[in-house]
């Protein structure tokens, strides 16, 4: 299924496909190992709910997006989704989480994120578009919440680093469990 | 009077004195399994309910399959473009007969014993006829249950289980007046667009039913909401906002300084563009449907409750969401982008932006709301079998001075949960 959901990502939104030898892009060489650094980074800030840090991870005007579970790989803008926050919402986001008054996650979920089959699956000028696995364990309440999917981001290549230009996840389960909200960032 | 519930018939769960201006919820309304057993049975099996919008299936052969008080249906259209709702089981040994959540086709056919009927419900095909050549009557006795009643209002579907139920419209009531509001917003109708919400909260049905009425809780709860609504320059305010008994349990909330309206309402997080839109849309509309129905269509937010299972959010844009009860303390939520038909794919977008920020798990209100149930459902564990029994009641009398005196009651009122839960006692309380 994720197969046929990646061959259906809105063509405007992949990078444009350039024929190369090599992973270079934005004028140096990326590998996989600075994709997953990335990934885990990133990973680490949301469990530790550093949303400041994790704010800089997006190039300005970058989007953030959480699929619904019947995706079939439209486009944000013309279907529902769980999310689909533009730049000026994710900010907005970030300032709600570390409001002591945004109740759904005050106090804070305990969450415990796991990435893996990272790939890079095609790249651009300055962009590439990679995908991973994650596994979210949420806990609160006494309550434990399990979230599978699959990321698909476009990443924008810099000197210094990778940002997001796109972030997207894509749910693999059929609904949201029980009391498996998106309260925080998934 | 009928079950007891903790030493209380089902219709004395809901206490009102006038004249000590009480209105008390006894809390086994939202623990009981007996009371939810009740409700599966005298409301889910007696009432319309909604079930899926005409969109949803839009040709010949689409189909949908979804659970509802229960039961596993499939809402389909038929090769002659009927729309049909099938009791998803098939009719030989009972299995369910499709086991995709949607698709296009001409024939169910069940792996089992591989028994094949139209999407009209007819028995089209089944290994070895010959061995029911004798029976009279049988592929006809056999054909697909078709549910008791169906009937559409402005594109809503809905099903009863009783075929005794009284017309669909007679059940809406005054309810229809206003699902026909939101149906005229758009010059070539409203469809609802793929990209489904489906998620579950660990609360009663009844819990979000409450909520959705309550225009009490909107400042405190969604307090961060609220700021960032300020932060983008629109400032919300509860006053001129209101709370309407509509009859039948049927509920709502107008709502005039609660946020903008995508094409009617301006606010700046909408941007330029679409102000000027909302002058060009207001113009079309006026020119349509006259300028007092434009005006009452585009100049206030609602929040319609159509009893038991259908919330009609028409605030910024439209979602339609439909409540499932699995358990006492567990509730399935459904809930689809309800948009104007060809609408320009940047309006397009803005409203599915703004309204998915907003109203879903996954925006920045909607998870407080589910918070709120979710905590009343833990909280309320504390006083049941309390030594004083005094202790297991909700309070909503909010309101019921003003009441009193014949006032329109307002939204931050108790008014529109206090009618809904007269109905439901009267309904689930019945004898």
Known sequence: ?186 | MTELTQGHPIASLVEEDGEALSFRVHRSAYRSQEVFQTETSRIWGHTWLYLGHETEIPKPGDFKTRTLGGRPLIFCRDSSGEIQVFLNACTHRGTVLCRFSEGNTKFFQCFYHAWAFSNSGDLAALPGDDAYADVDGFRERMRLRSVPRIASHEGFVFIAFDPDVPDLLTHLGKAAHYMSLTARIGPAGMETVPGVQLYSVKGNWKLAVENAMDGYHFAPTHNTFVGYLRETGFAVTDDDQYAYDLGGGHGLLILTGHNGRIGMVWEPRFGEAERERTVAKREEMVDRLGSELAAEIADASRILFVFPNLLLFDLEALTIRQLEPVAPDRTDVRAWQFVEVDEPADVRALRIKTMVSFVGPGGLATPDDIEAYEAVQRGIEATADSADPRFDWSDMSRGMANEREGNQGRSIDEGAMRSFWRHWAAVAGRD
């Open chain 1, 1 to 186: 299924m994720s197969t046929e959901r990646t061959q259906q990502v809105e063509r405007s939104e992949r990078p444009e496909q350039v024929e190369r030898k090599e992973n270079v892009v934005g004028g140096r060489t990326i590998t996989r190992p600075e994709v997953e650094d990335f990934l885990y980074r990133e990973a680490q800030l949301l469990d530790e709910w550093r949303l400041d840090e994790w704010f800089t991870l997006f190039e300005e005007g970058g989007r953030l997006e959480v699929a619904t579970t019947d995706w079939k790989g439209w486009d944000s803008s013309s279907a529902g989704s769980f999310m689909c926050d533009d730049y000026d919402l994710i900010r907005a986001r970030v300032k709600r989480l570390k409001s002591r008054k945004a109740h759904a996650e005050n106090p804070h979920s305990r969450t415990h994120r796991m990435i893996s089959n990272v790939l890079i699956l095609e790249q651009g000028e300055s962009t590439v578009w990679v995908a991973a696995n994650f596994i979210v364990h949420r806990y609160r309440d006494g309550g434990t919440y399990t979230y599978v999917g699959r990321y698909e981001h476009v990443l924008l290549v810099e000197d210094e680093g990778l940002r997001f230009r796109l972030r997207r996840a894509i749910p693999a389960m059929e609904a949201m469990d029980a009391g498996a909200r998106l309260s925080f960032i998934l």
